[in-house]
């Protein structure tokens, strides 16, 4: 596997990163915020071929993408309303009269990736279906919103939930390898190790 990853900031701040795990032309996203224009610009421009996405939850800044993205799409079905329905989320935190369109494309299953390589974690908290995705042979792990280098995901929009966000920084990010690199949904990477020295609220519920 090759290291190097793509990373494009949306308009939203949400992450969207490309990676190419068989050393080849084939690449994976993962996270589909609603601008993905640079992303494919730059899939076309270095020639390679998507393989499907991975989508760590189904907030519309992280999913809305899905409407222009032409290859398979992988998510926990748990958060599938959410990404089919975005309209809510929109209206919600920007006031404004932009309609988005609900999302009737073809959604797959995580537990059905095709790619034993690629590791899920299922971390509800900030949304029920939240989850991250750990490539081993990188040393990385995707997080999406549910921890950043300096916090961890809200739990106040729908279907979040305080105690499992406790539950799973204490279940599920305790046993991350401490030499990998979390890459999130917002903000820039960090290493598992320092998130767990210096994160304020990781090590408050990591110790509570």
Do not use: W
Request: charged share 25%; net charge negative.
């Amino acid at each position: 596997m090759i290291s190097e990853i793509y990373k494009f900031t949306s308009f939203t701040t949400s992450n969207c990163y490309i990676l190419r795990p068989f050393d080849d032309e084939i690449c994976i996203f993962v996270d589909l915020p609603p601008d993905l224009t640079e992303p494919l610009i730059y899939v076309k421009e270095n020639n390679l071929s998507i393989a499907g996405a991975l989508v760590t939850h189904g907030h519309f800044d992280h999913a809305l993408g899905m409407e222009s993205f032409q290859s398979s799409i992988y998510m926990n079905l748990e958060d599938e309303f959410l990404a089919r329905n975005p309209q809510e989320q929109i209206s919600m935190f920007t006031n404004n009269a932009f309609n988005a369109e609900k999302f009737n494309g073809e959604i797959t299953d995580i537990k059905d990736l095709p790619y034993e390589f690629i590791k899920t974690h299922y971390n509800p908290g900030h949304t029920a279906g939240s989850v991250s995705y750990e490539f081993p042979e990188l040393g990385t792990i995707f997080t999406g919103d549910f921890v950043f280098k300096d916090s961890i995901g809200r739990t106040d929009l729908k279907t979040g939930n305080h105690n499992d966000m406790i539950s799973s920084i204490k279940n599920v990010f305790s046993k991350f390898n401490p030499d990998y690199e979390v890459l999130p949904g917002h903000g820039p990477s960090e290493k598992v190790s320092n998130i767990r020295k210096e994160n304020v609220l990781i090590k408050e519920h990591l110790h509570d």
